[in-house]
Protein backbone atom coordinates (compact mmCIF):
# COMPACT_ATOMS: atom_id res chain seq x y z
CA UNK A 1 0.00 0.00 0.00
CA UNK A 2 1.65 3.00 -1.18
CA UNK A 3 2.54 5.86 1.30
CA UNK A 4 1.35 9.19 1.30
CA UNK A 5 1.68 12.82 1.98
CA UNK A 6 -1.53 13.91 2.67
CA UNK A 7 -2.40 14.55 6.10
CA UNK A 8 -5.92 14.41 7.21
CA UNK A 9 -7.58 16.93 9.16
CA UNK A 10 -9.70 16.52 12.70
CA UNK A 11 -12.84 16.50 11.31
CA UNK A 12 -12.34 13.41 9.32
CA UNK A 13 -10.84 12.10 13.16
CA UNK A 14 -14.52 13.46 14.13
CA UNK A 15 -16.14 11.84 11.18
CA UNK A 16 -14.85 8.80 11.59
CA UNK A 17 -16.61 7.86 14.55
CA UNK A 18 -19.63 10.51 13.82
CA UNK A 19 -19.66 8.03 10.92
CA UNK A 20 -20.19 4.43 12.80
CA UNK A 21 -22.55 6.52 15.30
CA UNK A 22 -25.08 7.16 12.38
CA UNK A 23 -24.61 3.97 10.95
CA UNK A 24 -25.37 2.29 14.35
CA UNK A 25 -28.14 4.10 15.37
CA UNK A 26 -29.96 4.84 12.24
CA UNK A 27 -29.30 1.29 10.52
CA UNK A 28 -30.59 -0.51 13.98
CA UNK A 29 -34.29 -0.39 13.38
CA UNK A 30 -33.82 -2.26 10.81
CA UNK A 31 -32.09 -4.80 11.82
CA UNK A 32 -33.11 -8.31 10.61
CA UNK A 33 -34.88 -7.37 8.16
CA UNK A 34 -33.80 -9.87 5.61
CA UNK A 35 -36.21 -10.23 2.70
CA UNK A 36 -35.02 -11.71 -0.02
CA UNK A 37 -34.31 -8.48 -2.42
CA UNK A 38 -33.40 -6.46 0.24
CA UNK A 39 -35.49 -3.17 2.18
CA UNK A 40 -36.93 -0.79 0.13
CA UNK A 41 -35.43 2.51 -0.66
CA UNK A 42 -38.91 4.04 0.22
CA UNK A 43 -39.33 2.59 3.17
CA UNK A 44 -35.59 3.87 4.38
CA UNK A 45 -35.99 6.90 3.28
CA UNK A 46 -39.37 7.08 4.57
CA UNK A 47 -37.56 6.75 8.00
CA UNK A 48 -34.41 8.59 8.36
CA UNK A 49 -34.43 11.30 5.92
CA UNK A 50 -33.19 14.36 7.16
CA UNK A 51 -35.93 15.94 6.61
CA UNK A 52 -37.66 13.20 8.60
CA UNK A 53 -35.48 13.49 11.66
CA UNK A 54 -35.50 17.19 12.14
CA UNK A 55 -38.43 16.59 14.55
CA UNK A 56 -36.64 14.33 16.62
CA UNK A 57 -35.65 14.82 20.07
CA UNK A 58 -31.87 14.88 20.15
CA UNK A 59 -30.44 11.54 21.34
CA UNK A 60 -33.58 9.69 20.52
CA UNK A 61 -31.74 6.99 18.40
CA UNK A 62 -30.09 4.67 20.81
CA UNK A 63 -26.72 2.91 19.97
CA UNK A 64 -26.32 -0.61 20.36
CA UNK A 65 -23.47 -2.68 21.33
CA UNK A 66 -21.33 -1.75 18.41
CA UNK A 67 -20.71 1.82 19.61
CA UNK A 68 -21.13 0.51 23.64
CA UNK A 69 -17.48 -1.46 22.57
CA UNK A 70 -15.97 1.30 19.90
CA UNK A 71 -16.25 3.59 23.01
CA UNK A 72 -14.22 1.66 25.11
CA UNK A 73 -11.94 0.59 22.66
CA UNK A 74 -11.20 4.38 22.11
CA UNK A 75 -10.65 4.96 26.05
CA UNK A 76 -8.34 2.58 26.24
CA UNK A 77 -6.24 3.62 23.55
CA UNK A 78 -6.01 7.72 24.48
CA UNK A 79 -5.32 6.11 28.16
CA UNK A 80 -2.64 3.89 27.64
CA UNK A 81 -1.42 5.42 24.32
CA UNK A 82 -1.27 2.22 23.00
CA UNK A 83 -2.70 -1.07 22.61
CA UNK A 84 -3.07 -3.21 25.66
CA UNK A 85 -5.47 -6.02 25.74
CA UNK A 86 -5.80 -6.27 29.39
CA UNK A 87 -6.76 -2.45 29.57
CA UNK A 88 -9.27 -3.02 26.58
CA UNK A 89 -10.76 -6.36 27.86
CA UNK A 90 -11.57 -4.72 31.54
CA UNK A 91 -13.68 -1.84 29.78
CA UNK A 92 -15.59 -4.00 27.61
CA UNK A 93 -16.67 -5.97 30.57
CA UNK A 94 -17.40 -2.73 33.35
CA UNK A 95 -18.92 -1.39 30.12
CA UNK A 96 -21.10 -3.98 29.72
CA UNK A 97 -22.28 -4.95 33.38
CA UNK A 98 -22.46 -1.19 34.38
CA UNK A 99 -25.15 -0.79 31.31
CA UNK A 100 -27.06 -4.31 32.81
CA UNK A 101 -26.95 -2.46 36.47
CA UNK A 102 -28.99 0.14 34.59
CA UNK A 103 -26.20 2.91 34.81
CA UNK A 104 -26.65 3.45 31.49
CA UNK A 105 -30.58 3.25 30.71
CA UNK A 106 -30.14 -0.70 30.40
CA UNK A 107 -28.62 -3.55 28.30
CA UNK A 108 -27.80 -2.29 25.10
CA UNK A 109 -28.92 -4.21 22.03
CA UNK A 110 -26.43 -6.64 20.10
CA UNK A 111 -24.52 -8.44 22.43
CA UNK A 112 -24.50 -11.92 21.63
CA UNK A 113 -24.15 -15.00 24.02
CA UNK A 114 -20.69 -16.02 23.00
CA UNK A 115 -19.85 -12.09 23.99
CA UNK A 116 -21.43 -12.23 27.44
CA UNK A 117 -19.81 -15.34 28.14
CA UNK A 118 -16.09 -14.13 27.48
CA UNK A 119 -17.35 -11.03 29.91
CA UNK A 120 -18.76 -13.14 32.60
CA UNK A 121 -15.72 -15.22 32.28
CA UNK A 122 -13.16 -12.04 32.38
CA UNK A 123 -15.13 -10.70 35.56
CA UNK A 124 -15.16 -14.20 37.51
CA UNK A 125 -11.39 -14.97 37.10
CA UNK A 126 -10.25 -11.10 36.60
CA UNK A 127 -8.25 -10.12 33.83
CA UNK A 128 -4.20 -10.72 32.98
CA UNK A 129 -2.16 -11.04 30.37
CA UNK A 130 -1.62 -14.76 30.58
CA UNK A 131 -5.85 -15.51 30.40
CA UNK A 132 -7.24 -12.49 28.80
CA UNK A 133 -6.97 -14.31 25.42
CA UNK A 134 -8.14 -18.06 26.76
CA UNK A 135 -12.01 -17.64 26.95
CA UNK A 136 -12.17 -16.36 23.19
CA UNK A 137 -9.92 -18.79 22.23
CA UNK A 138 -11.04 -21.70 23.47
CA UNK A 139 -14.71 -20.73 22.39
CA UNK A 140 -16.22 -23.03 19.59
CA UNK A 141 -14.32 -26.01 20.11
CA UNK A 142 -11.12 -24.16 19.99
CA UNK A 143 -11.87 -22.56 16.50
CA UNK A 144 -12.76 -19.60 18.29
CA UNK A 145 -15.69 -16.79 16.47
CA UNK A 146 -16.12 -15.75 13.05
CA UNK A 147 -18.72 -12.80 13.84
CA UNK A 148 -18.12 -9.44 12.75
CA UNK A 149 -17.74 -8.34 16.75
CA UNK A 150 -13.99 -7.71 16.27
CA UNK A 151 -14.58 -5.47 13.29
CA UNK A 152 -17.37 -2.67 13.93
CA UNK A 153 -15.49 -1.32 16.58
CA UNK A 154 -12.09 -1.56 14.99
CA UNK A 155 -12.58 2.42 13.59
CA UNK A 156 -10.83 4.09 16.63
CA UNK A 157 -8.06 1.73 16.31
CA UNK A 158 -7.11 2.91 12.37
CA UNK A 159 -7.51 6.64 14.19
CA UNK A 160 -4.77 5.26 16.28
CA UNK A 161 -2.60 3.56 14.01
CA UNK A 162 0.59 5.08 12.51
CA UNK A 163 1.23 2.50 9.75
CA UNK A 164 -0.16 -0.42 7.46
CA UNK A 165 1.64 -2.53 10.20
CA UNK A 166 0.54 -1.01 13.57
CA UNK A 167 -3.12 -1.26 12.30
CA UNK A 168 -2.70 -5.19 11.21
CA UNK A 169 -1.26 -5.92 14.56
CA UNK A 170 -3.49 -3.79 16.71
CA UNK A 171 -6.93 -4.81 14.76
CA UNK A 172 -5.91 -8.56 15.01
CA UNK A 173 -5.13 -7.98 18.96
CA UNK A 174 -8.17 -6.01 19.77
CA UNK A 175 -10.88 -8.51 17.82
CA UNK A 176 -9.28 -11.86 19.20
CA UNK A 177 -10.19 -10.44 22.47
CA UNK A 178 -13.56 -11.82 21.61
CA UNK A 179 -13.01 -13.04 18.14
CA UNK A 180 -10.55 -15.35 18.06
CA UNK A 181 -11.73 -17.28 14.26
CA UNK A 182 -9.14 -16.84 11.33
CA UNK A 183 -12.14 -14.86 9.83
CA UNK A 184 -13.04 -13.19 12.92
CA UNK A 185 -9.45 -11.21 13.26
CA UNK A 186 -8.87 -11.21 9.73
CA UNK A 187 -12.29 -9.24 9.37
CA UNK A 188 -11.59 -6.46 11.81
CA UNK A 189 -8.25 -6.48 9.83
CA UNK A 190 -9.98 -5.71 6.62
CA UNK A 191 -12.02 -2.97 8.22
CA UNK A 192 -9.24 -1.22 9.57
CA UNK A 193 -7.66 -1.28 6.44
CA UNK A 194 -10.32 0.02 4.74
CA UNK A 195 -10.95 3.02 7.19
CA UNK A 196 -7.52 3.63 7.64
CA UNK A 197 -6.68 3.85 3.67
CA UNK A 198 -10.14 6.13 3.97
CA UNK A 199 -8.91 8.24 5.88
CA UNK A 200 -5.09 8.87 4.65
CA UNK A 201 -6.20 8.88 0.97
CA UNK A 202 -7.12 12.76 -0.81
CA UNK A 203 -8.71 11.45 -3.80
CA UNK A 204 -9.67 7.60 -3.41
CA UNK A 205 -10.04 5.71 -6.92
CA UNK A 206 -11.93 2.62 -6.30
CA UNK A 207 -10.01 0.20 -8.16
CA UNK A 208 -6.85 1.54 -6.83
CA UNK A 209 -8.75 1.43 -3.22
CA UNK A 210 -9.71 -2.38 -3.86
CA UNK A 211 -6.52 -3.54 -5.63
CA UNK A 212 -4.14 -2.36 -2.26
CA UNK A 213 -6.72 -3.63 -0.12
CA UNK A 214 -6.50 -7.30 -1.77
CA UNK A 215 -2.06 -6.92 -1.85
CA UNK A 216 -2.75 -5.87 2.08
CA UNK A 217 -4.82 -9.47 2.81
CA UNK A 218 -3.26 -11.31 0.40
CA UNK A 219 0.12 -11.09 2.91
CA UNK A 220 -2.05 -11.71 5.81
CA UNK A 221 -4.28 -14.56 4.43
CA UNK A 222 -0.63 -15.98 2.93
CA UNK A 223 -2.71 -17.50 0.06
CA UNK A 224 0.03 -19.40 -1.22
CA UNK A 225 0.92 -21.44 1.66
CA UNK A 226 -2.62 -22.50 2.74
CA UNK A 227 -4.13 -25.58 1.32
CA UNK A 228 -7.51 -24.73 2.74
CA UNK A 229 -7.44 -21.27 0.90
CA UNK A 230 -6.24 -22.37 -2.29
CA UNK A 231 -9.31 -23.74 -2.77
CA UNK A 232 -12.20 -21.85 -4.62
CA UNK A 233 -15.68 -21.63 -3.55
CA UNK A 234 -16.65 -23.83 -6.54
CA UNK A 235 -13.97 -26.04 -5.27
CA UNK A 236 -15.22 -26.07 -1.87
CA UNK A 237 -18.94 -26.61 -2.91
CA UNK A 238 -17.73 -29.63 -4.58
CA UNK A 239 -16.44 -31.42 -1.36
CA UNK A 240 -20.06 -32.13 -0.19
CA UNK A 241 -23.71 -32.04 -1.70
CA UNK A 242 -25.10 -28.65 -1.43
CA UNK A 243 -27.71 -29.30 -4.77
CA UNK A 244 -30.81 -28.68 -2.13
CA UNK A 245 -29.15 -25.09 -0.98
CA UNK A 246 -30.27 -21.51 -1.74
CA UNK A 247 -27.77 -19.51 -3.21
CA UNK A 248 -27.80 -17.48 0.62
CA UNK A 249 -27.62 -20.76 2.00
CA UNK A 250 -24.44 -21.67 0.29
CA UNK A 251 -22.89 -18.07 0.67
CA UNK A 252 -23.35 -19.00 4.45
CA UNK A 253 -21.75 -22.21 4.15
CA UNK A 254 -19.02 -20.96 2.57
CA UNK A 255 -18.22 -17.87 4.62
CA UNK A 256 -18.30 -19.84 7.23
CA UNK A 257 -15.67 -22.53 6.25
CA UNK A 258 -12.11 -22.62 6.89
CA UNK A 259 -11.44 -22.55 3.25
CA UNK A 260 -12.98 -18.57 3.10
CA UNK A 261 -10.50 -15.79 1.84
CA UNK A 262 -11.11 -11.87 2.50
CA UNK A 263 -8.83 -11.73 -0.76
CA UNK A 264 -11.65 -13.51 -2.98
CA UNK A 265 -14.23 -11.80 -1.77
CA UNK A 266 -12.24 -8.78 -2.84
CA UNK A 267 -12.01 -9.72 -6.12
CA UNK A 268 -16.10 -10.63 -6.30
CA UNK A 269 -16.32 -6.74 -5.28
CA UNK A 270 -13.74 -5.60 -8.15
CA UNK A 271 -15.72 -7.44 -10.27
CA UNK A 272 -19.34 -5.88 -9.09
CA UNK A 273 -17.59 -2.57 -9.38
CA UNK A 274 -16.36 -2.97 -12.66
CA UNK A 275 -20.05 -3.82 -13.88
CA UNK A 276 -21.18 -0.61 -11.91
CA UNK A 277 -18.52 2.32 -12.84
CA UNK A 278 -17.31 0.90 -16.52
CA UNK A 279 -20.08 -0.93 -17.75
CA UNK A 280 -23.20 1.28 -16.39
CA UNK A 281 -24.69 -1.92 -15.05
CA UNK A 282 -27.77 -0.73 -12.58
CA UNK A 283 -27.51 -2.78 -8.90
CA UNK A 284 -29.53 -5.93 -8.72
CA UNK A 285 -29.51 -5.99 -4.76
CA UNK A 286 -31.07 -9.63 -4.71
CA UNK A 287 -27.52 -10.16 -6.67
CA UNK A 288 -25.27 -8.52 -4.65
CA UNK A 289 -26.92 -10.80 -1.70
CA UNK A 290 -26.10 -13.63 -3.15
CA UNK A 291 -22.45 -12.83 -3.94
CA UNK A 292 -21.59 -10.63 -0.96
CA UNK A 293 -23.95 -11.45 1.63
CA UNK A 294 -25.25 -9.14 4.58
CA UNK A 295 -25.37 -11.39 7.75
CA UNK A 296 -23.48 -11.50 11.25
CA UNK A 297 -20.31 -13.04 9.87
CA UNK A 298 -17.35 -11.09 9.51
CA UNK A 299 -16.92 -12.58 6.07
CA UNK A 300 -19.91 -11.02 4.95
CA UNK A 301 -20.58 -8.06 6.68
CA UNK A 302 -16.80 -6.00 6.38
CA UNK A 303 -17.19 -7.25 2.81
CA UNK A 304 -20.50 -5.94 1.93
CA UNK A 305 -19.37 -2.25 4.15
CA UNK A 306 -16.58 -1.98 1.88
CA UNK A 307 -18.78 -2.85 -1.19
CA UNK A 308 -21.29 -0.08 -0.36
CA UNK A 309 -18.56 2.79 0.40
CA UNK A 310 -16.74 1.90 -2.44
CA UNK A 311 -19.89 1.55 -5.05
CA UNK A 312 -21.47 4.73 -3.55
CA UNK A 313 -18.26 6.81 -3.81
CA UNK A 314 -19.47 9.93 -6.03
CA UNK A 315 -22.78 10.38 -4.31
CA UNK A 316 -24.54 12.39 -1.62
CA UNK A 317 -23.44 10.97 1.51
CA UNK A 318 -27.11 10.15 2.23
CA UNK A 319 -26.98 7.79 -0.42
CA UNK A 320 -24.12 5.86 1.03
CA UNK A 321 -26.26 4.79 4.45
CA UNK A 322 -29.77 4.31 2.51
CA UNK A 323 -27.93 1.93 0.02
CA UNK A 324 -25.94 -0.12 3.06
CA UNK A 325 -29.67 -0.62 4.96
CA UNK A 326 -31.27 -1.48 1.06
CA UNK A 327 -29.17 -4.65 1.76
CA UNK A 328 -30.83 -6.06 5.13
CA UNK A 329 -29.63 -8.07 7.50
CA UNK A 330 -27.41 -6.94 10.27
CA UNK A 331 -28.03 -2.72 9.53
CA UNK A 332 -26.63 -1.66 12.37
CA UNK A 333 -22.82 -3.44 12.00
CA UNK A 334 -22.71 -2.89 8.20
CA UNK A 335 -24.11 0.49 8.40
CA UNK A 336 -21.41 1.80 11.03
CA UNK A 337 -18.30 -0.29 9.35
CA UNK A 338 -19.30 1.11 5.74
CA UNK A 339 -19.77 4.65 7.64
CA UNK A 340 -16.74 5.16 9.52
CA UNK A 341 -14.82 4.89 6.03
CA UNK A 342 -17.34 7.65 4.51
CA UNK A 343 -17.17 9.81 7.90
CA UNK A 344 -12.99 9.38 7.49
CA UNK A 345 -13.06 10.13 4.44
CA UNK A 346 -15.29 13.13 4.03
CA UNK A 347 -15.77 14.74 7.44
CA UNK A 348 -18.30 15.23 10.20
CA UNK A 349 -18.78 18.38 8.71
CA UNK A 350 -20.25 16.43 5.38
CA UNK A 351 -23.45 14.32 7.38
CA UNK A 352 -26.84 16.27 7.98
CA UNK A 353 -26.64 17.88 10.86
CA UNK A 354 -30.35 16.20 12.09
CA UNK A 355 -28.37 12.48 11.38
CA UNK A 356 -25.58 13.93 14.05
CA UNK A 357 -28.54 15.31 16.65
CA UNK A 358 -30.66 12.82 17.09
CA UNK A 359 -27.98 10.20 17.94
CA UNK A 360 -27.40 9.40 21.20
CA UNK A 361 -24.02 10.67 22.70
CA UNK A 362 -22.78 12.27 19.75
CA UNK A 363 -21.23 14.91 21.59
CA UNK A 364 -19.11 12.48 23.10
CA UNK A 365 -18.29 10.53 20.23
CA UNK A 366 -16.77 14.11 18.56
CA UNK A 367 -14.89 14.44 21.53
CA UNK A 368 -13.13 10.79 21.23
CA UNK A 369 -12.40 11.61 17.58
CA UNK A 370 -10.89 15.17 18.90
CA UNK A 371 -8.88 13.44 21.65
CA UNK A 372 -7.89 10.58 19.04
CA UNK A 373 -6.62 13.53 16.53
CA UNK A 374 -4.65 15.29 19.49
CA UNK A 375 -2.54 11.48 20.15
CA UNK A 376 -2.04 11.04 16.69
CA UNK A 377 -0.50 14.61 15.98
CA UNK A 378 1.82 14.85 19.41
Not at 53 to 62: D, P, V
Not at 185 to 206: D, M
Request: aromatic fraction near 10%; charge should be negative; include cysteine.
Amino acid sequence: MAKSNYKPCVDQFKGCLVGALIGDCLGAPFESNSFTGGISMQRITNLINPLKLESKREGSKRFTDDTAMSKSVSYSLIHCGKFDPVDMADRFTKSFFDERRGCAGGVRDGYGGAVREIFSLWARNGINIENVYKPSINQFEGKGSYGNGGAMRVASVALFSKSIEECVENARGSATLTHAHRNGYNGAILQCLAVYKALNTELICWRKFVHELIEEMRKIEDIENNDKLKLTKEEFLAEDDYEDFSEEEILSEWTRSESFSFTKQLRVIEELLTEHYENGKIDDIEHVIKLIGRDITAAQAVTAAVYCFLRTLNEPIENTLYYTISLGGDTDTIGTMCMAMVGAYRGSDQFPKSWIRVCESHQEIRTLGEKLYEQKNR
